[in-house]
């Protein structure tokens, strides 16, 4: 048994750990497509029946990347917003700005996810975060809410049942601005129709809970102009040679 960040990890844990390292590491380097079960293998040193001890395949170890990497987020900003002491509406746009998936990741991570679940149409990683947001961010949301309704910023007759539902359609505006990215394929418009797909979500929200108008703040628009613009580049579609 080993000792990591005070606490103790078992032999088999840290192997876990470290294939996810790496994993990640490949996947930001390379790409998920151009990085193999053998890449991976080959940069820690590992054997084969070591890496499929604990994942049956590359894609189960991209979504245990993914899944931690929002847990690991998650956490964080939890913390600081149940800390601190801000009102409940700035507490919502902190809470926003981990659901927007062109505010919260990097841009290479962002190509991969629309690669991965919109190219090649693999729904599970998008099942896996969305159930780590939900499980995660459920109760902080109802806390939000609670709190706007007690500063009579927010009026909801159903305070239990309004966070979940902003959460669901969290994923659902992530999912539509993500298709439309990738069935753009490096048209400069389709940027526009995404920043448009998260006003419009930005604005059902407002309505949802009653807040006043223009004191959501759904997201930056130069940071997800700058990750989409980032991201456009991988879905140039190639240039037709001259005849």
Request: glycine share 8%; charged share 30%; with cysteine.
């Amino acid at each position: 048994m080993v000792v990591q960040g005070g606490s103790q990890m078992k032999k088999g844990d840290l192997r876990r750990v470290g294939i996810l390292d790496t994993a990640e590491k490949l996947f930001f380097e390379r790409g998920y497509e151009e990085t193999s079960v053998q890449d991976i293998l080959d940069e820690m040193g590992l054997s084969k029946g070591g890496f499929y001890h604990h994942f049956e395949s590359k894609m189960a170890v991209l979504n245990a990347v993914s899944v931690r990497r929002a847990e690991g987020r998650f956490a964080v900003a939890i913390r600081e917003i149940r800390s601190s002491s801000l009102g409940a509406v700035e507490k919502l746009n902190r809470l926003f700005s981990l659901l927007n998936l062109f505010e919260r990741e990097a841009p290479e991570f962002v190509s991969m996810v629309l690669n991965v679940c919109y190219r090649n149409g693999d729904a599970a990683l998008l099942e896996c975060t969305k159930s780590v947001t939900m499980e995660k961010l459920s109760p902080l949301m109802d806390e939000i809410v609670q709190q706007g309704m007690r500063e009579g910023v927010f009026y909801t007759r159903q305070p239990g049942g309004i966070g979940r539902l902003i959460l669901l359609l969290a994923h659902d505006v992530n999912d539509d601005a993500a298709r439309l990215l990738v069935e753009g394929c490096g048209k400069p418009e389709c940027v526009v129709q995404v920043v448009d797909a998260l006003n419009v979500y930005r604005d059902t929200v407002e309505l949802i809970l009653n807040a006043p108008y223009g004191s959501v703040r759904l997201f930056d628009v130069d940071r997800v102009l700058k990750v989409c613009r980032a991201v456009l580049k991988d879905f140039e579609p190639p240039k037709e040679e001259d005849a």
